[in-house]
């Protein structure tokens, strides 16, 4: 051993000497050197092996063992240190991913918002006529009176500044034409939407599951089939479509109610609507998926096991599968809120679409920006969710990103 790493390691007994020349190991008491001269004698019988000097830990080597994995490091130090650099480079690769996360959801609210005050600003026309309605009498003096308190006297950039303000605390503006807060608006109407949404997609992940396992590496006539009712079913127009069930199963067989949202009958002819494009598109993305991992290597191993046909789709394949389908999913849920428009319009019911509409109609445009603004935050939130699925769904991932 060198000096150095002798006095690391406590051990003075077998240093090799430092003289220019002399590679003689200092032998214990008692020991005889048959060593001649330039060779280095060997060791007593089980005292291990000679160390030799071109061998030698320096220093500097010696501190990066201290990082390897097991319960102890040279010198019997606990072997810590590339568990501290590990979960610190998690921390870091984590905090960071949040900030690319935060700003970017911060870069597309402030895109909507901008795009919502900027179809404000653009539309022909007297603002303070749009908010009183084409029937109002109104005098010169109280459209001034009217324009001053809205802001609308002020240069644009004060405006938008202002605007910016307000949605930054959370307030949306008031309503031209019903003279309520936005934000209780939304409030009321959001709910029966987020029930129409909700329902419809729990229906189209169901159906098109079904499908797509049932099909996926069967005979060829049930794989078009299907392929023909799912066609089908993509390019029949959803409002088309909601009449053609109002009038079957409310008008003829009275089995479902007409309009309205009371009770658990209501939502099933409106989420049905909804549903059934999802469920062409879903399931011809799934069933591809299906295709292709049917034909990896694992399916083999899977059926030497003895499972059946469908055990393997539905247990090993599907996974293998879905990441497709989680992106498509994520995106076709944004889609919800612009299909749920003509959807409760043909049904009665309430929720944001009919709020929209009316909005449109009215030229009630505090609503309409506030309602562009609700679809951005949706549009962050299930982009969160569906990165978030990424990682469940494909271990890949998880090892990727550190976390596994």
């Keep these: 051993m060198t000096p150095a790493f002798a006095r690391r390691t406590g051990d003075t007994s077998g240093t090799i000497s430092a003289e220019p020349g002399t590679t003689d190991l200092a032998a214990p008491a008692g020991a005889t050197s048959a060593a001649g001269p330039g060779r280095e004698q060997a060791p007593p019988s089980g005292t291990g092996a000679a160390v030799a000097p071109d061998a030698a830990v320096a220093p500097d080597a010696a501190d990066g063992l201290d990082g390897l994995d097991g319960p102890t490091a040279i010198g019997g130090a606990p072997a810590a240190g590339r568990g501290r650099g590990r979960g610190r480079r998690i921390v870091v690769a984590a905090l960071r991913a949040v900030a690319i996360r935060v700003a970017s959801a911060l870069a597309v609210m402030l895109g909507a918002a901008t795009v919502a005050f900027a179809a404000l600003a653009l539309l022909p026309g007297d603002p303070v006529s749009r908010l009183l309605g084409p029937m109002t009498t109104a005098s010169p003096a109280v459209r001034e009176q009217i324009r001053e308190d809205y802001g609308f006297d002020r240069p644009l950039v004060a405006q938008y500044g202002h605007y910016l303000g307000q949605l930054a605390r959370g307030r949306l503006g008031e309503s031209y034409q019903l003279q309520q807060p936005v934000s209780a608006l939304l409030r009321d109407s959001l709910w029966p939407t987020a029930q129409l949404a909700l329902a419809a997609l729990a229906f189209a992940l169901l159906v098109s599951t079904a499908i797509a396992v049932s099909t996926a590496g069967r005979r060829p006539w049930l794989r078009a089939a299907a392929s023909l009712g799912e066609f089908t079913a993509v390019s029949v127009p959803p409002f088309w479509l909601g009449i053609l069930l109002l009038t079957l199963l409310s008008f003829r067989f009275q089995i479902f109610p007409v309009a309205g949202a009371n009770g658990s009958l209501a939502l ?137």
Excluded at 346 to 374: E, H, K, N, T, W
């Design 268 to 404: 099933v002819l409106p989420a049905l609507t909804l549903a059934l494009p999802i469920i062409g598109v879903l399931s011809q993305v799934l069933r591809e998926g299906l295709e292709r991992a049917l034909r990896e290597p694992f399916v083999v191993t899977a059926r030497a096991r003895g499972l059946s046909q469908t055990a393997v789709r539905a247990r090993h394949a599907l996974r293998h599968a879905a990441l497709p389908l989680v992106t498509l999913t994520g995106w076709l849920t944004g889609n919800l809120l612009g299909g749920a428009v003509p959807v409760e319009s043909v049904f009665g019911r309430p929720g944001v679409g009919s709020l929209v509409l009316a909005a449109v109609q009215d030229g009630d445009m505090p609503v309409v920006m506030a309602v562009v603004v609700l679809s951005a935050l949706v549009f962050v939130v299930l982009s969160t969710v569906v990165d978030l699925v990424y990682v469940v769904v494909d271990p890949r991932l998880r090892t990727a990103a550190g976390v596994v």
